[in-house]
C-alpha cells in the first residue's frame, strides 16, 4: 500500500532556530497535506498542496510541493514554543487519506 | 474546538469486553472517518462513510465495526478486545463530497485502554 515517509522522526530546537520536515513518497501524489497535532490533542489540518513546485506560506510556516510531486516540506522560521507538537504530511491513496510517520518537534525556551 | 464531539473521552476496559464508541460531525457535514492512533502504528485510517453509507475502508479488523445513522452520527464497535486495541480513536468529518482529500476536522478523540 501507500507508504509516505517523513524525516526526521524527531527534533528539538531552541527558540529562534528553524526547523524543518520532509515527507517523501515512492509513488506520484494527486496532492499533499500536512496537518499539526499538539501534545495531547488532535490533527488539526494545516493545508493542501495540488500543484507541482508549489510553494504556500502561513505566516512563519513555508509549504513546498516537489516538482515532481513525490515529496513536499515544512519549514519553520524562527519556532516558537507554540510550535511544538507533532507535524504530519498526509496524502490520499485508494480513496482514503494515508499518514506519514510524522515529525515530532520540540522547541525549547 | 473543531465542532466534531466525540464521547466518551476515555475508555477502561478489560480483554475480550466489547465497546461503542461515539462521534457526532460537524453540523452539515455529511462524511465521518474514524482513526486510530498508537505508538507503534501511527494515524491509521479505518473507515470512512457519507452520508450513511460506508464509502472506504482502511486497517480496519473483522472485530470492528462501525455505522452512521440518519442523523449523521457514527458509531464505532469494537468486540473481543485485545491489548493491543489500547489507542486514541479520533473522528473526523468533512464538509464536502466525500473525498478522502477534503480538508478534515477530526473530533477530540476517545482514549481506549484494555487490561
Known amino acids: 500500500g501507500q507508504q509516505v515517509m517523513q524525516i526526521p522522526q524527531y527534533q528539538h530546537v531552541q527558540e529562534g532556530e528553524d526547523f524543518t520536515t520532509y515527507c517523501n513518497s515512492s509513488t506520484t501524489l494527486s496532492n499533499i497535506q500536512w496537518y499539526k497535532q499538539r501534545p495531547g490533542g488532535h490533527p488539526v489540518f494545516l493545508i493542501q498542496l495540488v500543484k507541482s513546485g508549489e510553494v504556500k506560506k502561513q505566516k512563519r510556516l513555508t509549504f513546498q510541493f516537489g516538482e515532481a510531486k513525490k515529496n513536499s516540506s515544512l519549514h519553520i522560521t524562527a519556532t516558537q514554543t507554540t510550535d511544538v507538537g507533532t507535524y504530519f504530511c498526509a496524502v490520499t491513496g485508494f480513496q482514503k487519506l494515508v499518514f506519514g510517520t510524522g515529525t515530532r518537534l520540540l522547541v525549547s525556551p | 474546538d473543531s465542532g466534531v464531539t466525540q464521547t466518551p473521552k476515555h475508555l477502561i476496559t478489560a480483554t475480550g469486553q466489547r465497546v461503542t464508541l461515539r462521534c457526532s460531525p460537524r453540523s452539515g457535514d455529511l462524511s465521518v472517518y474514524w482513526y486510530q492512533q498508537s505508538l507503534d502504528q501511527g494515524l491509521q485510517f479505518l473507515i470512512q462513510?457519507?452520508?450513511?453509507?460506508?464509502?472506504a475502508k482502511g486497517n480496519i479488523l473483522e472485530r470492528f465495526s462501525a455505522q452512521q445513522f440518519p442523523d449523521l452520527h457514527s458509531e464505532l464497535n469494537l468486540s473481543s478486545l485485545e491489548l493491543g486495541d489500547s489507542a486514541l480513536y479520533f473522528c473526523?468529518?468533512?464538509?464536502?463530497?466525500?473525498?478522502?482529500?477534503?480538508?478534515?476536522?477530526f473530533g477530540p478523540g476517545t482514549r481506549l485502554t484494555v487490561l
Open positions: 473526523a468529518s468533512s464538509p464536502r463530497g466525500g473525498d478522502p482529500s477534503d480538508e478534515q476536522f
Open positions: 462513510y457519507y452520508n450513511g453509507e460506508e464509502r
